[in-house]
């Protein structure tokens, strides 16, 4: 009886897992990751309220306030429009300096208003679990944007107060989304303002580095 037992089990075509397949060794280029978005931008406009501070300013301390747009043409690729405006307050060190004890009011020039247009791009979409309950999606993006500043001199003069300034604007910004429809928006800008300073009759280069945060709203999926 055994020994017919072992010769059935001899004959018996192995079908175990350790039946195995080589299918050879895989190149980088031929994986690839499919993901699906659970909060996708393309095709959907994007608009947003902010507020921002410049506190990098030793004369100046500027609060303000921005409007910006979005149309993502792609997943990671949109059209970007920020308008904004504020107001510079003259800090503790101006306050000292423009003081009888040194009479001398540095030549600042304060932030009224800008209007930057450029392109947005998002290399990074990640998700963060907090505390192992809850999972926060949100994307890191590059923005590079060009326009007009339009500055004031925090000395007043009979003239030549005003001064439009072209303007490049490059900025590092993350969102984090609240729901498919809306994210908290944090972004650090720095505008690169080409001044004409009429008391001198010279050219300055000045920065005012924005931090903003904000929220905005996103259309429905498929429409613009």
């Known amino acids: 009886m055994l020994q017919a037992l072992a010769l059935a089990l001899a004959l018996t075509p192995d079908a175990s897992a350790q039946d195995m397949v080589d299918i050879g060794v895989l190149r980088n280029e031929d994986i690839a990751v499919v993901q699906n978005l659970l909060y996708p931008k393309q095709q959907r406009t994007e608009v947003g309220v902010h507020l921002g501070l410049m506190?990098?300013?030793?004369?100046?301390?500027t609060p303000n306030a921005q409007l910006s747009?979005?149309?993502?043409?792609?997943?990671?690729?949109?059209?970007?429009?920020?308008?904004?405006?504020?107001?510079?307050?003259?800090?503790?060190?101006y306050k000292e300096m423009e003081s009888p004890s040194f009479?001398?009011?540095?030549?600042?020039?304060?932030?009224?208003?800008?209007?930057?247009?450029?392109?947005e791009w998002n290399p990074i979409y990640a998700k963060l679990n907090l505390d192992g309950a809850h999972v926060v999606h949100f994307d890191v993006y590059l923005a590079?944007?060009?326009?007009?500043?339009?500055?004031?001199?925090?000395?007043p003069l009979k003239e030549g107060g005003l001064s439009p300034s072209p303007t490049l604007s490059p900025a590092l910004g993350a969102r984090f989304w609240m729901n498919?429809?809306?994210t908290m928006r944090v972004e650090l800008?720095?505008?690169?303002?080409?001044?004409?300073?009429?008391?001198?009759?010279?050219?300055?280069?000045?920065?005012?580095?924005?931090?903003t945060v904000g929220m905005t709203f996103f259309s429905a999926r498929g429409s613009r």
């Open 55 to 61: 506190p990098f300013d030793a004369y100046l301390w």
């Open 69 to 93: 747009f979005n149309n993502h043409m792609q997943e990671n690729l949109s059209f970007s429009v920020v308008a904004g405006g504020g107001y510079g307050l003259k800090t503790a060190a």
């Open 103 to 119: 009479g001398a009011a540095p030549y600042a020039y304060r932030y009224l208003a800008s209007l930057l247009a450029g392109m």
């Open 144 to 155: 590079g944007r060009a326009g007009v500043t339009l500055s004031e001199s925090v000395i």
């Open 180 to 182: 498919e429809d809306a």
């Open 189 to 211: 800008r720095d505008d690169v303002l080409l001044q004409n300073r009429s008391v001198t009759d010279t050219w300055h280069l000045q920065q005012n580095m924005n931090v």
